[in-house]
């Protein structure tokens, strides 16, 4: 089972039967956002494209992915997200040993505050009761096809919107048009739609439309917000807590450690509040 404890509520890829996984996310592959709104999409419009083409795998394909199969693509996917995070984060560390020192200090009080600011405003729970709400959609699927039509649409936008991958990724799109966090998460978001189409039927395709306005709306937004962190320290400072976000999310693929990570969402916007008020 690849459950995301402190993501979102996990979700089956085609059935009872079968190996749970949740929609999740990654953060970096190089996409200049200077080139233009569609360019710093670049990462929603993949994951919308995993959407459809999931459906379609689940509709035409002979059978679905054995267990075996499940299991290595998580390893793979936890290995990927583990570099993804390091990597990040590395990158946000720069100049002087001292000076790298107080940015991962600033990261660290940052995440702290993050969390506890998350955990006032109960972000986790909140994702929780909507994930839940999704698995019950699941759990009362089979009944006529127009309602299984609907059911499908809407326990898919539920569950492929409300991780914080989706945020995360959205963010990193929108202020440096990486997109390392939507590529992982539109790899997962497609094989649980390739599962989903046979519990669902065809209605689970369209979340990618919702999907794609959400975490498109989200890149767009940090992408105006760019302009205020120009300067580089404001910028490195989202990459490190960004990173270690990223990495905290391998630990959950890899079902080593639980995080309640949406609460530490606010992370984001702490860290380079903080190295403005520090310099």
Known sequence: MLRASGLSESYPWRGPDT?????????????PVSSGRTRAMLGTVINGA??????????????????????SIKVLLGAFTVYAGLSTAWSGLNGSLGQAGK?????????????????????QATLNKVGGYA????????????SRFADGF??????????????????????EGKIRVLVIKSVMDGLATMGFVATFGRGVMLAAIPVV???????????????LLAQPDLL??????????????????????????????????????LTYLLR
């Open 19 to 31: 190996v749970p996984i949740t929609s999740l996310a990654f953060v970096g592959l190089p996409c």
């Open 103 to 123: 940015q991962l200090l600033i990261a660290m009080v940052a995440m702290s505050l993050g969390r506890i600011a998350g955990r006032l405003c109960r972000i």
């Open 236 to 273: 490195h400072s989202v990459n490190v807590v960004g990173g270690l976000l990223v990495f905290c999310i391998a630990m959950i693929i890899l079902e080593l450690k639980k995080f309640e990570l949406a609460d530490y969402l606010p992370s984001l916007a702490f860290a380079p509040a």
């Open 213 to 227: 306005a959400y975490q498109g709306t989200i890149t767009l937004l940090a992408q105006h917000l760019r302009p």
């Open 50 to 71: 995993a959407i459809l083409a999931g459906g379609a795998a689940g509709i035409f394909a002979a059978r679905q992915l054995t267990e075996q199969r499940q299991l």
């Open 154 to 175: 809407i326990t898919c936008t539920l569950l492929f919107c409300v991780g914080p991958m989706s945020i995360l990724g959205a963010i990193q799109d929108g202020l």
């Open 135 to 146: 698995r019950e959609k699941f759990a009362t699927a089979g009944g006529p096809s127009t």
